[in-house]
């Protein structure tokens, strides 16, 4: 059994190690969309190598962290953890030694897999490190002190952009490396995926749940058969053979995980290219994105230990409710994208000017998620998932306003205020309602499924707006020719929130009384939504 203490001086190294380690992955998703025009005069880029830059994270990252807890179960979790901590540093000095556009995407996708080793397992390291009795609030902290880093993000990214220059903004992530990893080796115990003496809440299927790779194994927690069963989690499957099976006998989905990555590599490659390459190629990578993908899903039916169980999509409100998040965080992550470059191309504000601008949205997320949560708790989640993008899509049609010359106080901060309190409004209790929608021994799973669905709508977003307004491969260099696609951008991100307001008020429903409840209630990333652990069965607050 777990057995660390938070107050205990290594409790409080793990919480370290655990944050730092999160906050890399974090504060990489916010602060590079900051230093896009920058990356673009110096490395001489057009736009598709900009987007690349940020899908190509994306999308390794999208494509294997459903599979990047697993290792851990079967690894070890501290090794794997560290294994990503090395890994993602290495490619972020890559990134800011990258010579040119080439070169940096290259080091972005390889950045994307560390990240897919270091997120899970880090919510994973707490799950098995801390005593039952401390875990939720280890979890909460954790979540609260890597939503710092995500608010710090933009802010810092624009001072580095504006100071020191671009390429800090990836060779930062090395000194924190070099402080995460002897922090990692020397104080947080290893775990993995053995079977274990007693049954607590903190086994092995609960502390990879945060991994998105867990079994219904963890269900029986409360024994220590469920527990070594539960040991088994990595394969994230519920089939009663794995059940009973070790470490040794996981197949890993290394298939289904190759494939799931090669579509969604194929799609983006064919909306990114679209523009300005050869038709022949285009229509064929979009084709063979398509077969790849129907590949995927009867690779995932037929597989023991399928990295995406199809069968939780049984569910109605579990399908529902990630239908919504893809509505919603395509929206995000084209806005977030367009929005930076918006105000130093158009608007001429400086890198830390754009990047401050942004800032309320993350800062109002910190601050009210938890409150939002406890509100959806007592009133049920339709109305929050129905009105929060509704407010996101009037705070983006507000950002019509912001043009050249335009005014932070009255024609910035409404919008992000505003975009700020939908978001408020809808990501507490779409995670929430992603719990409850599926048994609680697939609550892992279910949170993983959901992240993964949100950052591949973000990617998808991101290959997709600049080619549906309209936007040249040099549009970004010309205020006129980015003012004119990102109006229409904007239009089109506001009417796909409204399609997922409209989706959540037709299918969402009030969970059970004794459903799963969240464990971080916390949060400030805006690209996609917490990652949860897993617990027993039973009423969980």
Same mark, same amino acid.
């Given at each position: 059994?777990?057995?660390?203490?938070?107050?205990?001086?290594?409790?409080?190294?793990?919480?370290?190690?655990?944050?730092?380690?999160?906050?890399? #992955?974090?504060?990489?998703?916010?602060?590079?969309?900051?230093?896009?025009? %920058?990356?673009?005069?110096?490395?001489?880029?057009?736009?598709?190598?900009?987007?690349?830059? /940020?899908?190509?994270?994306?999308?390794?990252?999208? @494509?294997?962290?459903?599979?990047?807890?697993?290792?851990?179960?079967?690894?070890?979790?501290?090794?794997?953890?560290?294994?990503?901590?090395?890994?993602?540093?290495?490619?972020?000095?890559?990134?800011?030694?990258?010579?040119?556009?080439?070169?940096?995407?290259?080091?972005?996708?390889?950045?994307?897999?560390?990240?897919?080793?270091?997120?899970?397992?880090?919510?994973?390291?707490?799950?098995?490190?801390?005593?039952?009795?401390?875990?939720?609030?280890?979890?909460?902290?954790?979540?609260?002190?890597?939503?710092?880093?995500?608010?710090?993000?933009?802010?810092? $990214? $624009?001072?580095?952009?504006?100071?020191?220059?671009?390429?800090?903004?990836?060779?930062?992530?090395?000194?924190?490396?070099?402080?995460?990893?002897?922090?990692?080796?020397?104080?947080?115990?290893?775990?993995?995926?053995?079977?274990?003496?007693?049954?607590?809440?903190?086994?092995?299927?609960?502390?990879?749940?945060?991994?998105?790779?867990?079994?219904?194994?963890?269900?029986?927690?409360?024994? *220590?058969?469920?527990?070594?069963?539960?040991?088994?989690?990595?394969? *994230?499957?519920?089939?009663?053979?794995?059940?009973?099976? @070790?470490?040794?006998?996981?197949?890993?989905?290394?298939?289904?995980?190759?494939?799931?990555?090669?579509? =969604?590599?194929?799609?983006?490659?064919?909306?990114?290219? *679209?523009?300005?390459?050869?038709?022949?190629?285009?229509?064929?990578?979009?084709?063979?994105?398509?077969?790849?993908?129907?590949?995927?899903?009867?690779?995932? %039916?037929?597989?023991?230990?399928?990295?995406?169980?199809?069968?939780?999509?049984?569910?109605?409100?579990?399908? #529902?409710?990630?239908?919504?998040?893809?509505?919603?965080? *395509?929206?995000?992550?084209?806005?977030?994208?367009?929005?930076?470059?918006?105000?130093?191309?158009?608007?001429?504000?400086?890198?830390?000017?754009?990047?401050?601008?942004?800032?309320?949205?993350?800062?109002?997320?910190?601050?009210?998620?938890?409150?939002? $949560?406890?509100?959806?708790?007592?009133?049920?989640?339709?109305?929050?998932?129905?009105?929060?993008?509704?407010?996101?899509?009037?705070?983006?049609?507000?950002?019509?306003?912001?043009?050249?010359?335009?005014?932070?106080?009255?024609?910035?901060?409404?919008? /992000?205020?505003?975009?700020?309190?939908?978001?408020?409004?809808?990501?507490?209790? =779409?995670? #929430?309602?992603?719990?409850?929608?599926?048994?609680?021994?697939?609550?892992?799973?279910?949170?993983?499924?959901?992240?993964?669905?949100?950052?591949?709508?973000?990617?998808?977003?991101?290959?997709?707006?600049?080619?549906?307004?309209?936007?040249?491969?040099?549009?970004? %260099?010309?205020?006129?020719?980015?003012?004119?696609?990102?109006?229409?951008?904007?239009?089109?991100?506001?009417?796909?929130?409204?399609?997922?307001?409209?989706?959540?008020?037709?299918?969402?429903?009030?969970?059970?009384?004794?459903?799963?409840?969240?464990?971080?209630?916390?949060?400030?990333?805006?690209?996609?939504?917490?990652?949860?652990?897993? %617990?027993?069965?039973?009423?969980?607050?």
């Amino acid at each position: 059994m777990p057995d660390v203490r938070l107050a205990s001086p290594r409790g409080k190294w793990i919480l370290l190690t655990t944050v730092l380690g999160s906050s890399m #992955a974090l504060l990489d998703s916010t602060v590079v969309n900051v230093a896009l025009p %920058r990356i673009g005069r110096d490395l001489d880029a057009d736009l598709a190598a900009l987007q690349w830059t /940020v899908n190509a994270y994306l999308l390794t990252l999208a @494509g294997l962290i459903l599979l990047g807890g697993s290792l851990g179960d079967h690894y070890g979790r501290r090794k794997v953890f560290v294994i990503g901590v090395v890994w993602f540093a290495v490619a972020s000095l890559l990134c800011g030694i990258a010579p040119n556009a080439g070169v940096l995407v290259a080091a972005r996708a390889l950045q994307g897999i560390g990240g897919a080793l270091l997120t899970p397992g880090s919510l994973a390291l707490i799950q098995a490190s801390f005593h039952p009795e401390d875990r939720g609030r280890a979890v909460g902290l954790w979540s609260g002190f890597g939503g710092m880093g995500a608010a710090v993000g933009p802010f810092l $990214g $624009g001072w580095l952009v504006d100071g020191p220059g671009w390429r800090w903004v990836f060779l930062l992530n090395v000194p924190l490396a070099v402080v995460c990893v002897p922090v990692a080796l020397r104080h947080v115990p290893e775990s993995d995926g053995r079977p274990v003496r007693s049954g607590a809440t903190g086994s092995a299927a609960g502390n990879a749940a945060g991994s998105v790779t867990e079994s219904p194994a963890g269900s029986a927690a409360g024994s *220590a058969a469920g527990s070594a069963a539960g040991s088994a989690a990595g394969s *994230a499957t519920g089939k009663a053979a794995r059940k009973a099976a @070790g470490p040794a006998h996981q197949r890993f989905d290394v298939l289904g995980a190759v494939l799931g990555a090669l579509s =969604l590599a194929l799609v983006t490659y064919a909306l990114i290219e *679209a523009r300005s390459g050869p038709v022949g190629v285009v229509l064929g990578a979009a084709v063979a994105g398509l077969v790849t993908g129907v590949a995927f899903v009867a690779v995932e %039916r037929r597989h023991p230990d399928p990295m995406l169980p199809l069968d939780i999509f049984a569910s109605r409100q579990f399908t #529902a409710v990630n239908l919504v998040t893809l509505c919603v965080y *395509a929206a995000f992550g084209g806005f977030f994208f367009l929005s930076a470059v918006q105000l130093q191309v158009v608007a001429g504000w400086s890198a830390l000017g754009a990047g401050t601008a942004l800032l309320p949205t993350t800062v109002l997320m910190l601050l009210l998620s938890a409150r939002s $949560g406890e509100l959806a708790e007592h009133i049920g989640p339709r109305i929050p998932l129905t009105a929060g993008p509704l407010l996101c899509a009037a705070g983006m049609l507000l950002m019509l306003r912001v043009g050249p010359g335009a005014s932070y106080a009255t024609d910035v901060l409404p919008a /992000v205020l505003v975009l700020g309190f939908g978001m408020v409004a809808l990501v507490a209790p =779409l995670t #929430a309602t992603v719990l409850a929608s599926v048994d609680v021994t697939r609550a892992g799973v279910a949170s993983g499924v959901n992240n993964a669905a949100a950052r591949a709508a973000g990617l998808v977003a991101v290959a997709a707006l600049p080619l549906l307004t309209g936007m040249s491969s040099e549009a970004y %260099r010309s205020a006129t020719a980015f003012d004119d696609a990102f109006r229409r951008a904007m239009v089109l991100c506001a009417g796909v929130l409204v399609v997922g307001a409209a989706v959540a008020f037709a299918t969402v429903r009030r969970p059970a009384p004794d459903c799963r409840r969240p464990e971080c209630r916390t949060h400030g990333s805006v690209l996609a939504p917490p990652l949860e652990g897993e %617990r027993t069965k039973g009423r969980l607050s």
